[in-house]
């Protein structure tokens, strides 16, 4: 089988997209032929790397994918104006460079969001006459209108209406999420239409250790409360800077935030502003990095915005917290990463508003009053059983084979 998958993030660029290339790696060590259309690599930081500066089209081969590379104006996640030019530049860019492309695909996967990328994929299956494959791994635009991204106008609903009909052109749907999944057969998609492929988690975060992360950071004497990812507008973090200050007078209790994002500086502000000692920041890490911190914490935490549309989402980075065993806090009251989380061993969850819940958890896992590492252990067991990327890889396949 000839595949296209369109995507405006790949790597080496950071976050979901490498769920996608391990996919295409699992699909042409299957025996299939796979190319990616993508934009220059940018994200998070609007940095393109040096060799790919200047560069219009770009071609290479990453492990047996065939890789493609469009213009796009850069931007980082701190700059959402810039990011939505740069949605439309890919778009644009893309559509052009596809005419160098001289396979007969036999089908084309388009990954959302942005909402670009399904357009282009439908533009392109209708010329290259190929079934079109919509993956949604994220509700646009109603997700950005629950976090107040967007606001809600005659814009977002004529947005809305359009994706609707993007979902009805398919062929295929595949969503990450059981809640969206199930969105879509409130809007009317028929269930024989949409497949679920969750993220899972590959095998460096389920079989990693520590590294000697603890010494090169002086962590060796800390209790410590680790936070990896986008410190962006979706995640209540404040909670957590909140918690820290109620536990100031715990020396040995110290959080770490890996990552960047819009949100970055109002928390170090927060942090500057109480004079907290116990807080700090330590940027982007390199990705091959991360199993290693995750495994030398003793507490994982992570905050969501209670709005409606978190009911339904599994943010993937909870697999890779599963994956390296350790005690999870999650901010949220209920929804469908809870419910992972008590199936997988049990949730310990707070109210994101509510720090001095936090606070608790944290001196309950602390004191041993919870059990983090026999939690950690069911964690890393039910990610292993039910999440390995390639499990849901095959399933993928099986499923587009046929089509």
Same mark, same amino acid.
Request: net charge positive.
């Given at each position: ?90 778009? *644009? ?116 250790? =520590? ?58 502000? *927060? ?25 030398? =914490?003793?507490?994982?935490?992570? =905050? ?17 917290? *599963? ?81």
């Amino acid at each position: 089988m000839n595949i296209l998958i369109i995507t405006q993030h790949f790597p080496p660029e950071r976050g979901a997209t490498r769920r996608l290339f391990e996919f295409a790696q699992h699909f042409v060590r299957g025996g299939n032929r796979v190319s990616v259309l993508t934009g220059m690599p940018n994200y998070p930081d609007g940095i393109v790397p040096e060799k790919y500066r200047g560069k219009f089209f770009y071609h290479e081969d990453m492990d047996g994918v065939q890789v493609y590379r469009s213009w796009v104006l850069p931007a980082s996640n701190s700059q959402p104006g810039k990011r939505m030019v740069g949605f439309i530049t890919f778009l *644009m860019s893309a559509i052009f460079n596809s005419f160098r492309l001289k396979d007969n695909f036999d089908l084309l996967i388009a990954s959302s969001p942005p909402v670009t990328t399904p357009v282009i994929g439908w533009i392109l299956s209708r010329l290259r006459k190929c079934k079109f494959v919509l993956e949604i791994r994220d509700l646009q635009p109603e997700s950005s209108e629950d976090f107040g991204n967007l606001n809600r106008s005659l814009f977002t609903r004529a947005l809305k209406r359009f994706m609707h009909w993007l979902y009805r052109k398919a062929d295929k749907i595949v969503s990450v999420t059981d809640g969206i999944t199930e969105y879509l057969g409130q809007i009317g998609i028929p269930s024989d239409k949409v497949l679920t492929i969750k993220s899972g988690v590959s095998e460096e975060f389920i079989n990693a250790d =520590s590294n000697g992360i603890r010494r090169r950071f002086g962590w060796e004497e800390k209790f410590l409360i680790l936070y990896a990812g986008t410190l962006g507008w979706a995640h209540s973090l404040e909670t957590v800077i909140e918690a820290a200050r109620q536990l100031n007078d715990h020396p040995d209790i110290y959080f770490a935030f890996i990552g960047d994002g819009q949100k970055k500086q109002v928390l170090e502000g *927060m942090v500057r502003d109480y004079g907290l000692k116990n807080v700090g920041f330590i940027g982007l890490q390199p990705l091959e990095t991360i199993p290693y911190f995750l495994k030398a =914490s003793d507490v994982l935490v992570e =905050s969501l915005k209670e709005v409606p549309v978190t009911k339904g989402t599994f943010p993937c980075k909870l697999f890779e917290y *599963m994956a390296s065993g350790r005690p999870i806090v999650f901010g949220s009251t209920d929804g469908e990463a809870v419910r992972e989380l008590e199936k997988a061993g049990g949730a310990l969850h707070f109210r994101t508003d509510d720090p001095q819940q936090l606070s608790e958890l944290i001196l309950k896992l602390k004191s041993g009053r919870i059990d983090g590492e026999d939690l950690g252990r069911k964690y890393h067991e039910h990610s292993y059983r039910h999440h390995r990327r390639q499990k849901w890889a095959d399933e993928y396949m099986s499923t587009l084979s046929k089509l």
